[in-house]
Structures are given as C-alpha cells and as structure tokens.
C-alpha cells in the first residue's frame, strides 16, 4: 500500500482548465500503475484515466480528448491535465494505485491504494 495526496482542484469556468497532482510524499511511484477516477453527488465513483508503468494510457470515453494522463520521468508524481471543462465534469477526483504495474485498469477493485480525493467544481 501507499499513501497518495491528491492536489490542484478548485473552482473553474466551463471551457476552462486545471492540471491534477498525486504523489506520495516523495516516494516512487514507480511500481505502481496509477489510475484517476471521480465522484459526482449522489453517483457512484467513475473511472477517468490510467497509466502503466510504461506509459501506455487509457480514457474514459467522457474525457477523451480533453483530459490527458501523465508521469514525470522520475516516477514521483502523475497529473491528470483537464482542458475543456464542462459542468458534468464536477466532482471530487481520486487518484489511485495498482500493484500491477502493466495494468491499464477501468477496475476501480484493482487499485488497492487511494488518496483522499480534490474537489473540481466546474461552473456554467
């Protein structure tokens, strides 16, 4: 297991943008493929995006296109880029870890690790 913190959520209008952070503390993600997913009131949580250790990715057909997954080089920290935003896109946003790290996952089950979430409120 691994402690992730979540950050970079906030207030944004509609077609605007906002860049997501997850690390943990400093310690390598490395191991892990990384997974972001989100919770809009009264729905259940949703897959966003993941990426594996080598960097193959993977969208939810509601954000392709608008929502890029990244890992910086040393493997400490993953963003999720978010252009284009609309109003169905508010919600409080996870980050998640799986062990399996050549897994690219839509399995919220599979990720055994989560932060505590950032809320993304995007206004019409």
């Known amino acids: 297991q691994v402690q992730l913190v979540e950050s970079g959520g906030g207030l944004v209008q509609a077609g605007g943008s906002l860049r997501l952070s997850c690390g943990a503390s400093?310690?390598?993600?490395?191991?892990?493929?990384m997974g972001w997913f989100r919770q809009a009131p009264g729905k259940e949580r949703e897959f966003v995006a993941a990426i594996n250790w080598s960097g193959g990715t993977y969208y939810a057909d509601s954000v392709k296109g608008r929502f890029t997954i990244s890992r910086d080089n040393a493997k400490i920290t993953v963003y999720l880029q978010m252009n284009s935003l609309k109003p169905e896109d508010t919600a409080v946003y996870y980050c998640?870890?799986?062990?399996?790290?050549?897994?690219?996952?839509?399995?919220?089950?599979?990720?055994?690790?989560w932060g505590q979430g950032t809320q993304v409120t995007v206004s019409s």
């Open positions: 998640a870890a799986d062990q399996l790290r050549h897994r690219l996952s839509h399995n919220a089950a599979d990720f055994g690790s």
């Open positions: 400093g310690r390598t993600l490395s191991p892990y493929a």
